[in-house]
């Protein structure tokens, strides 16, 4: 397996207002008339993060820290094809609705530390659900042309019904009026996930990725196995010799 190493972007936002400037400017380009890969056919691939922030006093070092990974699955059996993790400095601080411009960079690199291509990419968290409909898989998907959908774990600041209580069941994902994602029911009785389109992918076609990535638990495979793995990377990446 593959880590690289990462350094901030020389010309990375380092303002709110110049990173919404950023959003708005790429929102432009994010593609909604494509249905996007059929599930179950070709890979997909997970990609999740973690942080350490936090300041270790017995070596007075303000860590900073943000590993991710990027783990590519057969999509018809779900079984590991691939997998990469990246290191580097958080790249931007913490505002709600600007949570990409802390992780793109390291994703990237991750992602493009694969030696294969990802095929649909996974995000654990959201696309157009999102205040600016700008998301970490919208954003993602436009820097890279890669097809990627939001699979979150909550519904963000959108209202939704309770989907009926089998597997397979949804609901619509509302801001105001506006449909921006489907609470989808992927285990019977268990809190849904919250679907929402990246890129070059529909709705419909989203959500049906999400329940056949879903098959034993209430998340996908595909950001299952990413979260284990940037754990333990971002653990390899923390923790000081004896």
Same mark, same amino acid.
């Given at each position: 397996?593959?880590?690289?190493?990462?350094?901030?972007?020389?010309?990375?936002?380092?303002?709110?207002?110049?990173?919404?400037?950023?959003?708005?400017?790429?929102?432009?380009?994010?593609?909604?008339?494509?249905?996007?890969?059929?599930? #179950?056919?070709?890979?997909?691939? #997970?990609?999740?993060?973690?942080?350490?922030?936090?300041?270790?006093?017995? %070596?007075?070092?303000?860590?900073?820290?943000?590993?991710?990974?990027?783990?590519?699955?057969?999509?018809?059996?779900?079984?590991?094809?691939?997998?990469?993790?990246?290191?580097? &400095?958080?790249?931007?601080? %913490?505002?709600?609705?600007?949570?990409?411009?802390?992780?793109?960079?390291?994703?990237?690199?991750?992602?493009?530390?694969?030696?294969?291509?990802?095929?649909?990419?996974?995000?654990?968290? %959201?696309?157009?659900? /999102?205040?600016?409909?700008? #998301?970490?898989?919208? /954003?993602?998907?436009?820097?890279?042309?890669?097809?990627?959908?939001?699979?979150?774990?909550?519904?963000?600041?959108? !209202? /939704?019904?309770?989907?009926?209580?089998?597997?397979?069941? !949804?609901?619509?994902?509302?801001?105001?009026?506006?449909?921006?994602?489907?609470?989808?029911?992927?285990?019977?009785?268990?809190?849904?996930?919250?679907?929402?389109?990246? /890129?070059?992918?529909?709705?419909?076609?989203?959500?049906?990725?999400?329940?056949?990535?879903?098959?034993? %638990?209430?998340?996908?495979?595909?950001?299952?196995?990413?979260?284990?793995?940037?754990?333990?990377?971002? &653990?390899?990446? !923390?923790?000081?010799?004896?």
């Amino acid at each position: 397996m593959t880590t690289a190493t990462v350094q901030i972007p020389a010309d990375w936002p380092a303002t709110e207002e110049r990173a919404r400037a950023v959003q708005d400017e790429l929102r432009a380009g994010v593609v909604l008339d494509e249905p996007g890969p059929p599930p #179950g056919t070709g890979r997909v691939t #997970g990609v999740d993060v973690a942080y350490d922030d936090e300041r270790d006093v017995a %070596y007075d070092d303000e860590r900073d820290v943000v590993a991710a990974a990027a783990v590519v699955l057969d999509a018809a059996t779900l079984a590991v094809v691939a997998e990469a993790t990246a290191v580097g &400095r958080i790249s931007f601080p %913490y505002v709600p609705g600007l949570l990409a411009f802390r992780e793109i960079p390291t994703v990237l690199a991750a992602l493009d530390a694969l030696p294969c291509p990802p095929g649909l990419v996974v995000c654990d968290g %959201y696309g157009l659900a /999102h205040p600016r409909r700008f #998301g970490l898989a919208s /954003h993602l998907g436009v820097l890279t042309g890669l097809p990627t959908i939001g699979v979150a774990k909550n519904p963000f600041t959108f !209202t /939704h019904d309770e989907p009926d209580a089998p597997r397979g069941s !949804t609901s619509p994902l509302f801001a105001g009026a506006e449909e921006v994602g489907r609470a989808v029911r992927t285990r019977d009785a268990v809190k849904p996930v919250f679907v929402s389109v990246g /890129h070059r992918v529909n709705l419909d076609n989203a959500c049906a990725h999400a329940l056949a990535l879903a098959p034993r %638990y209430r998340l996908p495979e595909t950001t299952r196995r990413a979260d284990t793995l940037c754990r333990a990377a971002l &653990r390899a990446a !923390t923790t000081y010799p004896a």
